[in-house]
Nanobody, 115 residues
Framework: QVQLVESGGGLVHPGGSLRLSCTVS????????MSWYRQAPGKERELVAL????????NYADSVKGRFTISRDNSKNTVYLQMNTLKPEDTAVYYC????????WGQGTQVTVSS
C-alpha cells in the first residue's frame, strides 16, 4: 500500500519559515518525480514546486521562486519543502505528489500565515 505522509505545517507569522516533509512508503521512491501542490480556500489546487527522481532538476511556481526550496533525500524516502519569507497568500493546504506512470497524493498539511 502506497502512503505519502506530510508533516511540518502550522501557524506562522508573515516573514517566518516552515519546512514541510513528505515521507513515502510502498513504492520505489527514487524512481518517482515528487511535487508539492497547494490549495487555498475557494481556489484550485496549484503546483508549487517539482523535483525530478534524481533531484537533478527542480521547478517552481513564479509566486514562490526565491523563497521556497524543494529537495529530496532518497535514502529516507522523503521530500522537503523549505518555505522562507512566508506571506499571508501562502496560506493553504499543502499536498505532496509522487508521479511516474502512476500518481499518488498525500493527505495534506495546513499552512497558515497570519499575524
Amino acid at each position: 500500500q502506497v502512503q505519502l505522509v506530510e508533516s511540518g505545517g502550522g501557524l506562522v507569522h508573515p516573514g517566518g519559515s516552515l519546512r514541510l516533509s513528505c515521507t513515502v512508503s510502498g513504492l520505489r521512491f527514487s524512481m518517482y518525480a515528487m511535487s508539492w501542490y497547494r490549495q487555498a480556500p475557494g481556489k484550485e489546487r496549484e503546483l508549487v514546486a517539482l523535483i525530478t527522481d534524481t533531484g537533478g532538476r527542480t521547478n517552481y511556481a513564479d509566486s514562490v521562486k526565491g523563497r521556497f526550496t524543494i529537495s529530496r533525500d532518497n535514502s529516507k524516502n522523503t521530500v522537503y519543502l523549505q518555505m522562507n519569507t512566508l506571506k499571508p497568500e501562502d496560506t493553504a493546504v499543502y499536498y505532496c505528489k509522487a508521479n511516474r506512470w502512476d500518481t499518488y497524493w498525500g493527505q495534506g498539511t495546513q499552512v497558515t500565515v497570519s499575524s
